[in-house]
């Protein structure tokens, strides 16, 4: 099974940027469906970016389009969350989450994935 770790978060005040990254280990990131999720306190966890590590394809979440971008380094068994524009309503457990065959994006949903990682604080205030 893939384990992830993720790394990155941290406080950040409202319109600031903050990059987590999703590393993967005991296997290479070939086919896999990368997804990432949030939870916020007394909140269910949400799905809100999927990518896929063989053709970079990536879908988004209407809360965070236009703000969050997935990206993947497969030199370094890596992907990425790039996020701007962050607000109060950011704050959160941020996940990654990976699923293979298939490793395509079908759904943003915690049942569709196998693998996760620990999660990664991400705390926007003033």
């Known amino acids: 099974q893939l384990q992830l770790v993720e790394s990155g978060g941290g406080l950040v005040q409202p319109g600031g940027s903050l990059r987590l990254s999703c590393e993967a280990s005991?296997?290479?990131?070939?086919?896999?469906?990368i997804g990432w999720f949030r939870q916020a306190p007394g909140k269910e966890r949400e799905g809100i970016g999927c990518?896929?590590?063989?053709?970079?394809?990536?879908w988004y979440a209407s809360s965070v389009k236009g703000r969050f971008t997935a990206s993947r380094d497969t030199a370094k068994n890596t992907v990425y969350l790039q996020m701007n524009s962050l607000t109060l309503e950011d704050t959160a457990v941020y996940y990654c989450?990976?699923?293979?065959?298939?490793?395509?994006?079908?759904?943003?949903?915690?049942?569709?994935?196998?693998?996760w990682g620990q999660g990664t604080q991400v705390t926007v205030s003033s």
């Open positions: 005991s296997a290479t990131l070939d086919n896999y469906a």
């Open positions: 990518i896929e590590s063989t053709s970079g394809r990536s």
């Open positions: 989450a990976a699923r293979t065959t298939p490793g395509e994006c079908i759904f943003i949903l915690t049942t569709y994935f196998d693998s």
